[in-house]
């Protein structure tokens, strides 16, 4: 049985599905034409905070984010 | 006293497979932003499919197919829709539905034809130049994506 089948090439380079459908969808976006360009960029713009939590304590949230810091 | 219901006495059953083959297949193409078509009765779509371009009529068994960046087809009599996908799946149900799922879709007319050679010169160049396995992947992604942009755009 093959269950070592014939993996795509990103698979074998430790990717996964997501960030691959992730990256063909931003070259997708990154060549169209002009205002469905920036349509699809505003809207896939993101912003959140992230904060990893150590010993039942959160640390600094990290904040990441498409819209430049004000 | 009745016995207990169990979960999948909740779920609705599995939609039957009619007797006779449907003389056109229902297409749900969504995107995570937007439902490009909602049960739209089409005579055939035609499937970018990592295995190739695959037609898909009415009456077609039931498949789950992985979709490659390449071009979404929906023919409904004489008029032809044409989506490019960046990806996706698409799953062939026995009672001639179809759900198609993408990341991106765009009409074929929304492609700058700029852009798309530059990014192909852009990441072949990158392929050729790449050090680790993740960036030689990436440039690689690049190169089919582009390749796929100028082929529909020529096609």
Redesign the interface.
């Known amino acids: 049985m093959a269950s070592n089948a014939a993996v795509p090439f990103w698979r074998a380079a430790g990717m996964t599905y997501i960030t691959y459908s992730n990256i063909c969808a931003n070259l997708v976006r990154n060549c169209l034409k002009e205002p469905y360009k920036t349509e699809a960029l505003t809207r896939e713009k993101v912003h959140f905070s992230i904060a990893t939590w150590k010993e039942g304590k959160p640390e600094k949230p990290v904040i990441r984010s498409d819209t430049p810091e004000e | 006293m009745e016995p207990p219901k169990t979960p999948s006495s909740f779920m609705s059953p599995r939609p039957p497979t009619p007797s006779t083959i449907p003389s056109k297949i229902t297409v749900n193409f969504v995107l995570p ?1 937007a439902s490009e078509l909602a049960t739209k009765e089409v005579d055939m779509v035609i499937i970018p499919a ?1 295995t190739g371009q695959m037609g898909v009529l009415p009456g077609h068994v039931p498949t789950i197919a992985e979709l490659k ?1 390449g071009i979404l087809s929906v023919h409904e009599g004489n008029d032809v829709t044409k989506y ?1 996908l ?3 799946f698409a799953f062939i149900h026995a009672n001639s539905v179809a759900d198609i799922i993408a ?2 879709a ?1 009409p074929v007319d ?3 034809q700029n ?2 050679q530059k ?1 192909l010169a852009e990441f072949t160049q990158k392929v050729n130049s790449a050090s680790t ?2 960036e ?3 440039a ?3 190169v089919d ?2 390749s796929a ?1 100028n082929s529909a755009l020529s096609g």
Do not use: M, N, W
């Open positions: 932003y990592t960046p490019f960046s990806s996706g990341v991106e765009v929304r492609i700058d852009s798309v990014g396995d993740l030689k992947a990436e690689q992604i690049g994506v582009h942009l």
